[in-house]
């Protein structure tokens, strides 16, 4: 991999990725844009709830749903210069224009999959999908070395039925200023079960799905599974076989594997509802250990369990399962498909 950083016109970060030691990248963004102001994301506090929320207006503003000529993260052509200055790329980060976190708030960056506006993350080559997977590592620690970010979030949302305003395969990398509730709370369960049994819950956890009927694949180095309690119709967490904390931590052996097991996991949720269905939506999101401790009750970073989630918030061919009373007003969820029910169709739409 080649790492060629440089600026946009307003001072943004830009990075790209590539599979040849001998591509050069000197295109200059020749965009009028002016210099990046201050940030404009607030994080406030919820006492009652013990969570925060990210207050971002500025946001309203963003790019919403351009025609596929204007899309702003395709490479630049003369006469349409977008995001991305030259002409071409394998992978590409940029600070995101219009963040959500910002300066003492955290980062938000966008990971561009690929120059080819048609494609998908389900359609990359093994070799681009272990591109991406460098990307990702390279920029969680980059994220993890600044004094604002506390834990590092990649992820993909695709599809517009989930809320995507670009049809331009990309990702989302956040950088929290705190550790996310979501994380605090698996913290705090490894914690209360290492002080009952002297176990780690990531591991029972693991070992429990692999014995049973929710397994949809496995591979020497990573296990997929559909989990006993899915909150989403089709839900899989994938683990790395041997428990790391996060990214930066795996082994080159699960390395090397990963692109292989993703692209086919993705290529079993576009197969979920049938080949006369459109792409499936779907939300994937890594799961990584806060790179500071201290502040939460919990376990230590050590004792999490880096995994992915991959999740659609289809239930069924033409209907979406929407987050109503129970799962927004009480965050009770309520699954329309039983999880076995789940695991056994999407072992059913494996790859001949």
Not at 27 to 41: C, F, I, K, V, Y
Not at 202 to 208: A, P, Q, T, V, W
Not at 264 to 270: G, I, N
Request: glycine residues 6%.
């Amino acid at each position: 991999m080649k790492k060629t950083s440089t600026r946009l016109a307003d001072g943004r970060e830009l990075i790209y990725y590539d599979r040849r030691e001998d591509v050069v990248r000197e295109a200059p963004d020749l965009r009028p844009l002016e210099a990046a102001g201050p940030a404009l994301s607030e994080v406030r506090r919820d006492v009652l709830l013990g969570d925060s929320v990210a207050i971002a207006s500025h946001r309203q503003s963003r790019t919403y749903h351009p025609p596929a000529d204007e899309c702003p993260l395709c490479p630049s052509r003369e006469g349409r210069l977008s995001e991305i200055p030259d002409s071409s790329y394998d992978v590409v980060v940029f600070e995101n224009r219009f963040p959500s976190l910002a300066g003492e708030t955290g980062r938000c960056e966008v990971v561009c999959f690929t120059e080819d506006h048609g494609a998908s993350f389900a359609s990359l080559t093994e070799e681009q999908a272990a591109l991406v997977l460098a990307a990702w590592t390279d920029r969680t620690a980059a994220l993890a070395g600044l004094p604002s970010v506390r834990q590092v979030f990649c992820f993909e949302n695709r599809g517009a039925e989930i809320g995507v305003t670009l049809g331009h395969p990309h990702g989302q990398i956040y950088g929290y200023p705190f550790t996310t509730p979501r994380t605090a709370l698996m913290l705090r369960s490894l914690a209360d079960h290492h002080a009952r049994t002297g176990a780690n819950l990531f591991d029972e956890i693991l070992g429990r799905e692999l014995a049973g009927p929710r397994v949809v694949l496995e591979t020497a180095h990573w296990a997929a599974f559909v989990p006993y309690a899915a909150h989403w119709p089709y839900e899989v967490h994938l683990h790395p076989k041997r428990r790391v904390p996060d990214l930066l931590a795996l082994d080159e052996a699960a390395r090397a594997e990963f692109p292989a097991v993703y692209l086919e996991l993705l290529k079993r949720f576009d197969r979920l509802f049938g080949a006369d269905q459109p792409p499936t939506p779907y939300i994937s999101a890594w799961h990584q250990a806060p790179f500071t401790e201290g502040g939460e009750p919990g376990a230590t970073r050590q004792d999490f369990a880096l995994h992915l989630e991959l999740f659609t918030i289809r239930r069924t061919a033409g209907k979406l399962k929407f987050l109503a009373g129970s799962e927004s007003g009480m965050n009770v969820f309520i699954n329309d498909v039983p999880p076995e029910s789940a695991a056994e169709r999407l072992r059913e739409v494996a790859s001949s």
